[in-house]
């Protein structure tokens, strides 16, 4: 086990995820007003753009698309924003990159599942997780994330996103040494609250509880992000690879 992770660990987390429900269960789950019509989405990349739940200072929830990958609003190039698509739960509080955003600018990042890959010598089998049984309804869910506002002297602007990320559970320690945090919905308020204090949100970013997690091998076309159709999740029939 020790030496799958070891392997492991140079994969990415999270790095492709998955939103496929519409967009009136995207509103009502997460409270919101009216949600835009958009295609369901079965192999969201880095550096494209998600959808984002805020809240204004009345706590109020809204819909928004940014960059997938956070560009420190101190940042002299914006492209350092391929790089920062995951934060470690452990330094949010310490990373000059992730530091005042964990203070005050917290998000919800809808999802329905996500991919992650295990590695065998030079082959990589990609995987798809969800919550709960599959089904046709997928179960929506929120990573926990953080948002920046970036913007230079020519009036160029960037709003751009990052999925923290914590130690895996039981269910994903066989593919990696971390797993994205994934928020209960009775947490949703006290994370977008602006005036809570980051010491007493440190103990929501804990791995989501193996239990209610289900996986399975899906086909190698996933590795490519312009592949983005249901293909995508359908379960191979049998796995070359097995953690």
Known sequence: MKAQLIANRYLPMCGR???TQPAD???QHFNLGQVPLFEPRYNVAPTQAVAVVRAD???ERQLHWLQWGLVPS???DPKMGARMIN???ETLAEKPSFRQAFRRRRCLIPADGFYE??????AKQPYYFFLDAPAETPTLFAFAGLWEHWENGNGDVIESCTIITTEPN???Q???DRMPVILPPSTYDRWLDPTEQTEHLQSLLQPYAASTMGYYPVSTTVNNPRQADRSCIQPLERSPLTP
Do not use: P
């Open 25 to 27: 269960a995207i509103a």
């Open 117 to 122: 890959w295990h590695r065998s010598g030079k």
């Open 74 to 76: 101190w940042s002299k």
């Open 170 to 172: 039981e269910t994903l």
């Open 17 to 19: 995820f998955t939103l």
């Open 57 to 59: 200072l009345q706590q």
């Open 174 to 176: 066989a593919f990696h």
């Open 87 to 89: 934060a470690r739960a």
